[in-house]
């Protein structure tokens, strides 16, 4: 974490933060940003050196955004494209929304790697290369027919070579390493050429070698070795041209953290705990992308937080169910093929009316589908994937960081309303980071919570004193903790009537059926109105939801400097809708809705409010850029 500006100073009218950095930037060219994309086989350690190099760049005060990228299969083969796994990182001086349009600089670690990733970077980019692995047997696995460090085919590229591996070797030879263990250093070769060319801090990578890998000498000392050499090695080849610096971002006074979206989420869980002032309880199957939920939140006993790895998602929604009835906030964790499986419980969790959060983090379907790709595909099945009629609210997060008041807000829903919520992130945004300001404890909404502890029903002439279903102005039925003298009610998936008594009254059914509908209608009461963003006279409205948010607020600012009138909104609450929208929407001409899905937010409101929508749409396991959808932007406005 850094504070500011306690720990800053200024160097040329610019703040920057105390670091080793300071030495290291003097007399650099600067650059408004860059776009790095770090890619190797899944076993070159890229995602740990991309999220090194994203850790420096938070030090040093550059706002951020990045998109790690997995391989589908836990082991694909190693040298080939399915293989390839990959990190990208957008670094600026300045308030920055996405990890970028197109990497400026690859390191490639492989043949595959740079075959896979080539063509999204942009033209003359800058590619540092590891020319060891640019062998005939890697060469063939990747498809090469021929070598292109040879060939002439980059040479459009600023292309940087260096026999990273063979380094590394050398580097460690004197510390008693092993060459096959030392050669696993080499992606920490990499970053530090990359460090040096764009000037990074590099402290803070020597401090958390020396933490993360506490016990392991061989290791620490083999991993700095490298490190060193990749920082000496840029250093003496000849590559000052090319060195750069990002100054730091102008960002409000504060205590900051880099953090990706699974993290703040969890933190979200156990803050909206702490203002309800009742323990937090997961039950949870592991699931590709949300799993980091479940590692999150069992670090934090501290606070109170029970976690349950389940069996299976069926026993993982039930625990949940189950800690809720026994008046904690019981939560439960999964992708898209758990969120099915959890269908029965949750209609369960429906039928008694008592609180539950189910996180989905979306990844690409159906079935297995693309476990470690990104969509926004399960707005269909949170709406409307349950038997019989179960209406329930439906949140969505936008930002990594609004991870953390997203959860609050569901917590908040479920608590006080007596109801389960389903809260959507998805890949990109729970593996993506960002810089976040940490907010004050004081500035939390608060949550509240009652139990019935005694008979709500007292004195009505002909009525039993205890009626477990008697609703206030809200519609929300009590919260009864199991044992509560006199409270004893009957609890199960039968239809019941106001007295918890089992009823097959086919108008009683009706009624009740209508009665839990504008129940969750109701919540709309509580939610504040939507207010576009942009020209207050725009024809052209863009709304969005989820992880859609950075690239279409990026979109529009680009499109408004062109002199294009445009406004935004982004919806947090799915279901039910701001209490404003409906007015808000019909007042535009065009309404342009991109979603990572094939329109399932745009369907819901032709349905809902009779009007035409425009939708763009993307399901290629990957998160839309601010340049296409300028351009489809603009396409669906001639449309």
Not at 45 to 59: E, H, I, K, N, V
Not at 139 to 149: H, I, Q, V
Not at 173 to 190: C, I, T
Not at 525 to 532: A, F, R
Request: with cysteine; aromatic share 6%; proline share 7%.
């Amino acid at each position: 974490m850094v504070t500011r500006p306690n720990d800053a100073k200024y160097v040329d009218g610019k703040e920057i933060l105390v670091t080793d950095t300071d030495e290291r930037t003097s007399e650099i060219p600067e650059v408004e940003r860059i776009i790095v994309r770090f890619a190797g086989d899944s076993g070159d350690g890229m995602q740990l050196t991309g999220d090194r190099f994203t850790a420096a760049s938070a030090l040093f005060g550059n706002d951020l955004a990045t998109l790690p990228e997995y391989p589908a299969e836990i082991r694909a083969p190693a040298g080939t494209l399915a293989g390839v796994s990959a990190f990208q990182v957008h670094i600026a001086d300045h308030d920055i929304n996405t990890p970028g349009d197109s990497p400026s600089v690859l390191v490639a670690m492989n043949p595959a790697a740079l075959k896979a990733d080539l063509p999204k970077v942009v033209e003359h980019g800058t590619l540092i290369i590891n020319s060891d692995a640019f062998d005939e047997r890697n060469l063939k696995k990747a498809g090469y027919e021929s070598n292109p460090l040879e060939d002439g085919s980059l040479a459009g590229y600023q292309v940087i070579t260096a026999p990273m591996t063979e380094l590394t070797k050398e580097a460690c030879k004197d510390l008693g390493v092993k060459p096959r263990d030392a050669e696993r250093s080499k992606n920490f070769f990499a970053l530090g050429m990359v460090s040096w060319l764009y000037s990074r801090p590099t402290k803070g990578t020597y401090d958390w070698i020396e933490q993360k890998f506490k016990g392991k000498d061989l290791v620490i000392a083999a991993n700095m070795a490298a490190f060193k050499a990749g920082d000496v090695y840029a250093e003496n080849a000849d590559l000052w041209a090319s060195r750069r610096v990002v100054r730091p971002a102008k960002l409000d006074p504060g205590t900051y953290t880099n953090i990706n979206g699974n993290t703040a989420l969890s933190w979200g869980l156990i803050a909206a705990s702490k203002q309800a002032g009742i323990p937090l309880f997961l039950g949870s199957y592991p699931i590709t992308p949300a799993t980091d939920i479940l590692h999150e939140l069992a670090k934090h006993k501290n606070f109170g937080v029970r976690t349950f790895q389940a069996e299976d998602e069926i026993a993982g929604v039930g625990s949940a169910l189950g800690a809720s009835y026994g008046g904690h906030i019981g939560v439960t964790t999964t992708s898209g093929p758990g969120l099915a499986l959890k269908a029965e419980t949750i209609g369960l969790a429906v039928s008694l009316e008592l609180p539950l959060v189910i996180v989905d983090v979306q990844r690409g379907g159906p079935s297995t589908g693309l476990p470690t790709k990104t969509e926004a595909s399960d707005l269909m099945i949170a709406l409307h994937g349950r038997h019989g009629e179960a209406p329930l609210p439906v949140v969505a997060s936008s930002t990594p960081a609004d991870c953390f008041f997203a959860a609050i807000e569901a917590v908040r829903i479920a608590v006080e309303y007596h109801t389960p919520v389903i809260l959507l992130s998805d890949g990109y945004l729970g593996n993506g980071t960002e810089p976040w300001r940490l907010p004050s404890v004081d500035d939390l909404p608060p949550i509240k919570v009652e139990y019935l502890t005694e008979p709500n029903n007292v004195g009505v002439e002909g009525a039993p004193d205890f009626m477990p279903y008697l609703r206030d102005e809200t519609l929300t039925r009590p919260w009864i903790l199991p044992g509560t003298p006199g409270l004893a009610h009957r609890i199960g998936g039968i239809e019941k009537d106001d007295t918890g008594n089992i009823s097959y009254d086919p108008e009683n059914h009706e009624r009740m059926v209508r009665t839990r509908d504008a129940h969750i209608a109701k919540i709309a009461e509580s939610i504040p109105p939507i207010v576009p963003r942009g020209d207050v006279d725009a024809d052209v409205l863009v709304l969005g939801w989820g992880s859609t948010r950075g690239a279409i607020t990026a979109a529009v600012g680009r499109m408004r400097r062109k002199g294009r009138k445009m406004a935004q909104i982004h919806l947090r609450h799915l279901n039910p809708y701001p209490p404003n929208l409906a007015e808000l929407i019909k007042s535009y001409d065009k309404v342009i809705v991109p979603e990572m899905n094939l329109g399932q937010l745009a369907h819901e409101l032709r349905a809902e409010f009779l009007i035409d929508i425009k939708s763009i749409t993307k399901i290629m396991g990957q998160p839309f850029t601010p340049a296409e959808l300028v351009e489809r932007i603009e396409g669906a406005i001639d449309d």
